[in-house]
């Protein structure tokens, strides 16, 4: 089925180590994206692709980095440099042409920082 | 960002009560999406608006995109304990780069004690 996975569902992360999350989506979509949800908000857009080789920062990407090398695959690394990395992460891709802008979304990944 | 303001932020319901929630924004926008976020989960797409004035439905659940671009709502009609969860809407702003949506603060619903 098609369909957008993240991996891991629960990640634990020690102070100044660097974490990376997996999103895959086997959906052929151009666009991708990764945003991130604290407890009983909004969700925040932390970096996005258009295509590969492509990505630009949102609106909290300070701490955060990512690449795309390729169009199923889009990782998202919290870095020592993220104060308050704790939080449920989300990755959302979005297929291109005509009007359709209808995000679809993983499962998340709930990193703790211990 | 573009800011999209949702109301209520909270609201209990009763089994069988109609229900209603909106979103404003001082932005045109394109598009209006409507998701349910359940707790641990990602959020799952409900219904989408394209045109201004369009009136859609998706079983007990009904959203109209407002005349002025600007505003959205979402009813559910007679709810049961299983719409509990979290309402977001969402849109890509008029004259945004790409696909780059904006999301509301969502509106959290809950059963009556």
């Known amino acids: 089925d098609g369909g957008i996975t993240q991996s891991p569902k629960y990640l634990f992360r020690k102070e100044g180590q660097n974490v990376t999350l997996s999103c895959e989506q086997n959906?052929?979509?151009?666009?991708m994206y990764w945003y991130r949800q604290d407890p009983g908000q909004g969700l925040r857009l932390i970096y996005y692709?258009?295509?590969?080789?492509?990505?630009q920062k949102g609106d909290i990407a300070e701490g955060y980095s990512v690449s795309r090398e390729k169009k199923e695959s889009f990782p998202l690394t919290v870095t020592s440099a993220q104060k308050n990395p704790t939080a449920f992460y989300l990755c959302?891709?979005?297929?291109?042409?005509?009007?359709?802008?209808?995000?679809?979304f993983g499962q998340g990944t709930r990193l703790t920082v211990v | 960002g573009q800011q999209l303001n949702q109301s209520p932020q909270s609201m209990f319901i009763q089994e069988g009560e109609d229900v209603s929630m909106n979103c404003t924004s001082s932005?045109?926008?394109?598009?209006w999406l409507w998701y349910k976020q359940e707790p641990g989960e990602g959020p799952v797409l409900l219904i989408a608006?394209?045109?201004?004035?369009e009136l859609t439905s998706n079983g007990r659940l009904t959203a109209q995109f407002g005349i002025t671009r600007k505003d959205s709502f979402l009813n559910i009609s007679a709810s049961i304990p299983s719409d509990v969860g979290i309402y977001f809407c969402?849109?890509?702003?008029?004259?945004?780069?790409?696909?780059?949506?904006?999301f509301g603060g969502g509106t959290r619903v809950l059963v009556k004690p």
């Open positions: 969402a849109g890509p702003p008029w004259g945004a780069a790409g696909n780059k949506l904006t």
């Open positions: 932005s045109i926008f394109n598009t």
């Open positions: 608006l394209y045109k201004a004035g």
């Open positions: 959302a891709s979005i297929g291109s042409g005509g009007p359709n802008t209808e995000a679809f």
């Open positions: 959906l052929n979509h151009d666009a």
């Open positions: 692709s258009q295509i590969v080789n492509d990505f």
